[in-house]
């Protein structure tokens, strides 16, 4: 979480206020309450009814059931709960959401230094401001396991941006480099066998999603407060495990389709099989590179994405045209 992030949980929660119509006066009776609710013109979602003495000090509050099944002429300070669960006006967003967890309510009071009520928040506010926050946060990991930050356009010059950004966008153009002089040397399997060529886009296609959700899983238990090798392996190995299955049944759907372009089908299992072996080792490397990273260092969020893309593509095309050289030719 980035600094501007962590100070909007910790702003007041007095900034998320929302004045309470449905206050009852501690000295009435029911009957006295709900005569004079009847005449207000309530707009808002109700969910409790707050006590107020005459200084409009918190006294207590009375749930929809209780006001409405008490007996009219019963005292409203006889049936209040006295007890209650209330937000200061200082207090913050990150407070506010630890109480909501600590007591199952849906709404709270928030009341001034000297105890008056100045109004309530509810649950779904928020959460709602809450989830806003980690959409920011997600939204910007996404942009750093591709190189890029949030910030970088807006704190720095336009040379230290390009400075930043560039070398990663080389990653890409040295992968695409290789690519090319990969599918040179292997130009004449392409040539005898045309239908490689057209699911080379859909093969890069899937290593290089592959190896993305595998870095990303990573990335999420290195979150973790203490790093583990034991915790690495355990993940790992699971993640692994998923990938076989991921890329064998990609392997069987592209395999059986590419037979339908009529190729034959030691091509349809060139395709299949390259597919396996390229997925399931670019998901090594997606899943392993981040922790390296991280042991000596550098910032796994920022350099891994662009970095795995490069490894999936090459090792993707090397498997898969040196796969089809040996086997076809």
């Known amino acids: 979480m980035n600094e501007s992030e962590e100070k909007e949980f910790h702003r007041p ?30 707009d808002q979602k109700i969910i409790y009814f707050y006590v107020v003495d005459a200084k409009h000090h918190l006294k207590g509050v009375i749930s929809t059931r209780q006001l409405l099944l008490s007996p009219p002429r019963s005292k409203v300070a006889d049936v209040m709960q006295n007890w209650v669960a209330k937000l200061r006006v200082s207090q913050t967003l ?16 928030i009341v001034d230094l000297d105890g008056k009520l100045i109004g309530a928040v509810d649950v779904q506010m928020v959460t709602k401001e809450s989830c806003d926050l980690a959409n920011l946060h997600n ?29 990663w966008l080389l990653c890409n153009v040295f992968s695409g480099i290789v690519c090319a002089l990969i599918s040179r040397i292997y130009e004449h399997v392409l040539l005898e066998y045309i239908i490689l060529a057209f699911f080379v886009p859909l093969v890069l296609t899937l290593t290089e999603s592959t190896s993305m959700q595998s870095m990303a899983q990573s990335l999420q238990f290195l979150r973790r407060p203490r790093f583990s090798w034991k915790t690495v392996w355990k993940k790992s190995t699971r993640e692994w495990m998923l990938v076989v299955l991921l890329a064998l049944s990609s392997a069987l759907i592209m395999g059986a389709i590419s037979l ?35 042991r000596i260092k550098l910032d796994p969020k920022v350099a891994s994405g662009p970095v795995v893309l490069m490894i999936a593509d090459i090792i993707t095309l090397t498997i898969y045209l040196s796969l089809a050289a040996w086997w076809l030719l």
Do not use: C
């Open 260 to 294: 339908l372009w009529g190729g034959g089908a030691k091509p349809s299992l060139t395709i299949g099989v390259g597919i396996l072996m390229s997925s399931i080792l670019s998901a090594f490397f997606g899943t392993l590179l981040p922790v390296i990273l991280y």
């Open 139 to 167: 939204r910007a990991a996404v942009f750093q396991m591709i190189g890029l930050t949030l910030e970088d356009g807006k704190k720095i010059s336009l040379l230290k941006n390009y400075t930043l950004r560039m070398p």
């Open 13 to 42: 929660i007095g900034e998320y206020a929302v004045h309470v119509d449905t206050v009852i006066s501690l000295e009435s009776t029911i009957e006295d309450a709900l005569e004079k609710l009847r005449t207000k013109p309530i």
């Open 94 to 109: 990150h407070e506010a959401l630890e109480l909501f967890d600590q007591h199952p309510l849906l709404a709270l009071p």
